[in-house]
């Protein structure tokens, strides 16, 4: 059983920075895929970014360019670099793991982006 714990959000201003991170214990780190989601009010959970066993990465396009998912393998933890952050942004943000589906969550760290 994967156990992920997300950390690093906060209040940040248009135009700024955050990295969140996401701590997993419970399974073979190295041969997951890892995932960051996010949901705002009255939204769905939307993709942001993925990255596989192999370091292959996906963003979802309105992130592309802002953001960058990596993984650290000795410390297993995976990371959210988000730049130039906006409004439409703020959401409770989501770690995710999958060998084959995406079977394993975090808590969520609330990202709110606002002057």
């Known amino acids: 059983q994967v156990q992920l714990v997300e950390s690093g959000g906060g209040l940040v201003q248009p135009g700024g920075s955050l990295r969140l991170s996401c701590a997993a214990s419970g399974g073979f780190f190295r041969l997951y895929q890892y995932g960051w989601f996010r949901q705002a009010p009255g939204k769905e959970r939307e993709m942001v970014a993925t990255i596989t066993s192999s370091d292959s990465t996906n963003y979802a396009e309105s992130v592309k360019g802002r953001f960058t998912i990596s993984r650290d393998n000795a410390k297993n933890t995976v990371y959210l670099q988000m730049n130039s952050l906006n409004s439409a942004d703020t959401a409770v943000y989501y770690c995710?793991?999958?060998?084959?589906?995406?079977?394993?969550w975090g808590q969520g760290t609330q990202v709110t982006v606002s002057s």
């Open positions: 995710t793991a999958a060998l084959t589906r995406w079977n394993y």
